[in-house]
């Protein structure tokens, strides 16, 4: 993966952005804030959370309407910051296993936000990247659930060995508007835990290639790619279902398989909407299977 910091960060989302122009306006994104729903729906989470009592960003940035919001005028966290990563996916009979130490293999921006960052006048983020044990033990072949199941704050693994989190802040508000991430599209909440709310640029050797390409696993197994349409153009929310998903012909474990899976777009809510499969409720190192965590599990306030 070639990652030169914050310029080829920046080049990977802006390369993003022009594939989706005709289905996801980067310069008008829909805001998600409160768009949580107790069944699924398009463009909506199916929510095991319904209140959100915790803390975010403190500022609106101008980068905020109304009903919209510019994702090319937002200003990111700076630094670059290399980390020791260790990361490995393997399948193992039937389950698939992911382990690390849930530190970044890309650059990240400096954290705490420094009151010397431009950010630090709409998010002072306080919290420190810190290492931990991560050990998560998926299905390799995931089976269709009989009903869609909520999801809570965690909602998968990145293909970069860092956590995946709802749409949401801890006010319910739209992560990715509100909250301001570093030019790889992560932060990380009051544990240290350092995560995704959307997709990163950092993936951007997929993004240059125009392939569908797996960037992740959600908690009940099935894939989560970037995917286009037959003219080069991402998908957007309006192609997918209720939880975020369809069913199309992808690389899955080295063979091309017709299967469900989940995309990843530029429009709320981004990843993933609802689980199709039977999601796990515990793993080593994600926010999931606490008390009022369900399935996935609501991040601590400032994630």
Not at 50 to 74: D, L, M, R, V
Not at 180 to 202: T, W
Request: glycine share 14%.
């Amino acid at each position: 993966m070639r990652v030169s910091g914050v310029v080829a960060a920046a080049v990977a989302f802006a390369v993003i952005a022009g594939t989706a122009l005709a289905v996801a306006n980067p310069s008008a994104l829909p805001l998600g804030d409160g768009k949580y729903r107790s069944s699924p729906e398009v463009g909506y989470v199916d929510s095991c959370q319904t209140y959100f009592n915790g803390s975010g960003a403190q500022t609106e940035g101008p980068w905020i309407g109304k009903t919209t919001w510019n994702s090319t005028t937002k200003i990111h966290v700076r630094g670059t910051v290399h980390w020791h990563s260790t990361f490995k996916e393997r399948v193992v009979g039937a389950r698939r296993l992911l382990t690390g130490n849930g530190l970044p293999i890309s650059p990240t921006g400096t954290f705490p936000i420094a009151s010397t960052d431009p950010a630090y006048a709409y998010d002072r983020n306080p919290n420190s990247i810190e290492p931990y044990s991560l050990s998560v033990s998926l299905p390799a072949n995931p089976k269709l659930a009989a009903s869609p199941t909520c999801v809570g704050g965690t909602i998968g693994v990145s293909t970069l060995g860092i956590p995946l989190y709802s749409a949401f802040d801890a006010v319910g508000r739209d992560a990715l508007a509100h909250e301001l991430q570093d030019a790889c599209g992560g932060h990380p909440q009051v544990s240290g835990q350092y995560h995704f709310h959307g997709l990163s640029p950092c993936w951007q050797d997929s993004v240059l290639s125009r392939r569908t390409h797996l960037i992740g696993w959600a908690l009940d197994g099935f894939g989560i790619y970037i995917e286009y349409d037959s003219k080069g153009r991402m998908l957007s929310t309006s192609d997918l279902d209720a939880c975020h998903g369809r069913t199309s012909v992808v690389d899955w474990d080295g063979r091309m398989v017709r299967m469900y899976h989940y995309d990843a777009t530029l429009d709320f809510p981004y990843l993933v909407g609802c689980y199709k499969g039977t999601p796990i409720t515990s793993a080593t190192g994600l926010q999931i299977g606490g008390p009022g965590n369900g399935s996935g599990g609501q991040p601590p306030p400032g994630g």
